[in-house]
C-alpha cells in the first residue's frame, strides 16, 4: 500500500473507489468543502511509469500488467469465435493514464436522448457548460469551450501530407472539412485535439488529483483492492455504510458517514455491486452470496464501439511505417520530441478523424473514422515494412448489447466480459456501409498520387457477405465499454438520474458505466462531465442535510 497523502483514518464523509478519470474529478471537487473528508481507494499504482507521459507510450501501457488490468473478453460469435484484450487502465488516472488522449464530447443528440428517456439535467444544453467548466483550451474561451479548467486540450503537433490528403478525399466524397469536433453536430473532417501539456500526456491525475493532493481533507491509498461493499439493513431501508478492502495480505473495512461512490468503471463497477449483493438474483445465488437488493440490470446493456481496420498500401509519401523501420528514424523521432516536444512521439493512436452517415436516411452522423499514417497486424505488433495508412471506421450507436458478469464470489477472480459484438441485423448493415464509405475514399483522385492499394480486408472482398465475415475478422474495440450500470427508470436502470443506486441509500455510481446510450466517440470527456455532474448531484444532497 502506498499513502499519497497522510494515514488514513478509518471513518470518512465520502469514500471513491477507484482513482481512473471520474475518481480524480470526484476527489478534487469533493475535497474543496474543508469540512469533508474524503477517501480515494486505487487498486492499482502510482502512475509513475515513464511511458505514460509519452503519448505514444501507450504502445508500452496497453497490455502491460503494470498500468492495465488485461481483461480479456469472451469467445465472441460476432468476432468469428475470437477473444479480443480489453484494455483497461491501472493505477492512478486509470484509463486516462494509457488512453488515445483524445477529447471528444459527443452529439447534441447523444445527451438529448439522455433526457428523453427521463434523466432530468442531462440534455446538450444542460452539459455543455459543464464541459466548458472543465476544459483549459489552447485557443481560450469562447460559445463552445472553457479556459480556466484543468483539462487541457491541445491540436496535434505532428504532421503527415497522407492525412492531408485523406481529408481532401473525405471531402469530395461528402464529408466537408471542419474546423473542429465538440460543437454538438459533428458531421465533417478534422484533426482530432488532444488531452495533451506541451506534448505530454495529459492525465486526469495531472488535472485534477495532483494539485489537491496537499489537502488535510484528502486521503489517497494505492494497491488498495476494494473487495466488497458494506451494508446496513433496516425494514425499510438499505444503506451503504462502508468498504471492505485489501492490502497486500491484510484486510480492514473504511466506513462512509454520508456516501460511497463507485468511480471503478464500466468493468469494475458492476463487478464490485455483484461481488456485493447487488444486481441479478439468480447470478447472486449461483455464486451463494447474499441478495442485498435485486438488480437485474446491473453489468447487464454493455456495448462499445467496434472499429473495423482497413490498410492500405501507399507510395510517394513517408509514413510512420518508414520513419520508425531503422534506429537512425528512431533516434531522430525521439531527439525531436526531447528538443521540441513535437514529431511523432507526440502522436495519439489516431489524429485524424471523421464523421459522417452511413446512409442518407440516418439524422445525424453515425459512424466515425479513425485515420492513422501506419499500419500493423495487430496491436502491439511491429508497424508493416511497407509505406501505408490505416482508415478504421466504427458504427457510433451499435445496438447489440452485451454484458459484465462475476465468474466467481471472491474480488480478485476477473469476470466475464461478453461484448456481443455484430449481434443485430443494423450493426451488420452499418459495418457493411463503413467499409464500402471507406473503399469511395481512398478511390477519391485527391489520393491517386499515393497509388493506395487495399491490403485488408483485400479487393477481392466484394459481396456483402463477405464485406461482414471481413469485419468479424478485423474487428476489434476502440477501448469504450459503457452501460453496465445504466442511468434511469426502467427494468434494467441500475442508477437514478441522480446517478444514485436504485433501493439503497447511500451509494452512488459515477462513471461510465452509467450512460445509458454510448456517445458518438471518445468517452474520457464524456467521464469527466458525469464525475462534474455528479459532483454538483452530491454537493445539492449536503446542503441539504446542513440546511
Known amino acids: 500500500m502506498v499513502a499519497e497523502t497522510k494515514a488514513s483514518k478509518a471513518t470518512f464523509d465520502y469514500i471513491i473507489v477507484g482513482a481512473g478519470t471520474a475518481g480524480c474529478v470526484l476527489a478534487n471537487r469533493l475535497s474543496q468543502d474543508p469540512n469533508c473528508q474524503i477517501l480515494l481507494l486505487e487498486a492499482g499504482g502510482r502512475d ?38 480489453y484494455a483497461r487502465g491501472k493505477g492512478l488516472g486509470g484509463c486516462s493514464s494509457i488512453n488515445a488522449m483524445i477529447y471528444m ?37 469562447d460559445a463552445w469551450h472553457g479556459a480556466s479548467g484543468e483539462l487541457r486540450v491541445e491540436e496535434r503537433r505532428v504532421n503527415w501530407e497522407i492525412l492531408d490528403a ?30 495533451q501539456r506541451r506534448g505530454v500526456r495529459w492525465s486526469a491525475t495531472k488535472a485534477f488529483l495532483r ?12 494497491d488498495t483492492h476494494t473487495r466488497r461493499i458494506l451494508f446496513t439493513e433496516h425494514p425499510d431501508k438499505i444503506q451503504a455504510t462502508g468498504v471492505e478492502v485489501r492490502t497486500g495480505d491484510h484486510v480492514e473495512a473504511f466506513y462512509a458517514r454520508h456516501e460511497i461512490l463507485l468511480a471503478a468503471g464500466s468493468i469494475g463497477s458492476p463487478q464490485l455491486l455483484q461481488l456485493s449483493g ?64 513535437s514529431g511523432p512521439l507526440t502522436m495519439p493512436p489516431s489524429q485524424l478523424g471523421a464523421f459522417a452517415k452511413s446512409d442518407p436516411g440516418r439524422k445525424t452522423a453515425n459512424i466515425e473514422w479513425h485515420v492513422q499514417p501506419l499500419s500493423l497486424d495487430r496491436f502491439g505488433e ?56 471507406t473503399r469511395r475514399i481512398m478511390a477519391d483522385r485527391a489520393l ?43 427494468e434494467l436502470a441500475v442508477v437514478d438520474d441522480r446517478l444514485r443506486v436504485r433501493g439503497v441509500r447511500g451509494l452512488r455510481v459515477i462513471d461510465a458505466s452509467v450512460m445509458p446510450r454510448i456517445t458518438s466517440g471518445n468517452t474520457n470527456a464524456p467521464t469527466v462531465m458525469i464525475a462534474e455532474q455528479g459532483a454538483r448531484f452530491i454537493a445539492k444532497s449536503r446542503e441539504r442535510e446542513v440546511g
Open 278 to 341: 447487488v444486481g441479478a438474483s439468480k447470478l447472486l445465488n449461483e455464486y451463494e452470496l447474499p441478495i442485498v437488493r435485486d438488480l437485474p440490470g446491473v453489468g447487464e446493456n454493455l456495448h462499445d464501439h467496434l472499429q473495423i481496420r482497413s490498410i492500405f498500401k501507399v507510395s510517394n509519401t513517408v509514413t510512420l511505417n518508414r520513419r520508425a523501420r531503422t534506429w537512425l528514424g528512431k533516434l531522430a523521432m525521439g531527439l525531436e520530441y526531447l528538443a521540441f516536444r
Open 166 to 195: 485523406w481529408r481532401d478525399a473525405a471531402e469530395a466524397c461528402g464529408i466537408p472539412k471542419i474546423a473542429e469536433f465538440n460543437r454538438g453536430d459533428n458531421f465533417g473532417n478534422a484533426y482530432f485535439q488532444m488531452n
Open 105 to 141: 464530447r459527443g452529439q447534441r443528440s447523444d445527451y438529448d436522448h439522455w433526457a428523453e428517456l427521463g434523466n432530468r439535467d442531462w440534455g446538450w444544453d444542460d452539459v455543455l457548460p459543464i464541459f466548458k467548466h472543465s476544459e483549459h483550451y489552447q485557443h481560450g474561451e
Open 382 to 437: 511491429p508497424l508493416h515494412r511497407f509505406d501505408a495508412i490505416t482508415p478504421s471506421v466504427c458504427n457510433l450507436q451499435p445496438t447489440s448489447r452485451g454484458h459484465v458478469r462475476i465468474t466467481s464470489p471472491e474480488p480478485e477472480s476477473y469476470p466475464a466480459i461478453t461484448l456481443n459484438y455484430l449481434a443485430t441485423q443494423e450493426d451488420c448493415r452499418v459495418a457493411v456501409q463503413g467499409m464500402r464509405f
Open 448 to 490: 491517386a498520387r499515393f497509388q493506395p492499394m487495399e491490403w485488408l480486408p483485400g479487393p477481392q472482398l466484394t459481396s456483402d457477405d463477405e464485406m461482414l465475415d471481413a469485419a468479424r475478422n478485423l474487428g476489434t474495440t476502440i477501448f469504450h465499454p459503457v452501460g453496465t450500470c445504466a442511468m434511469g427508470d426502467h
Open 48 to 85: 509513475d511509469y515513464f511511458w505514460i507521459d509519452i503519448p505514444v507510450g501507450y504502445l508500452y501501457t496497453i497490455g502491460n500488467p503494470r498500468t492495465d488490468w488485461c481483461y480479456q473478453t469472451e469467445v465472441d460469435e460476432g468476432l468469428n469465435g475470437r477473444r479480443i484484450g
Open 211 to 222: 494539485p489537491v493532493m496537499s489537502r488535510s481533507n484528502l486521503t489517497v491509498l494505492t
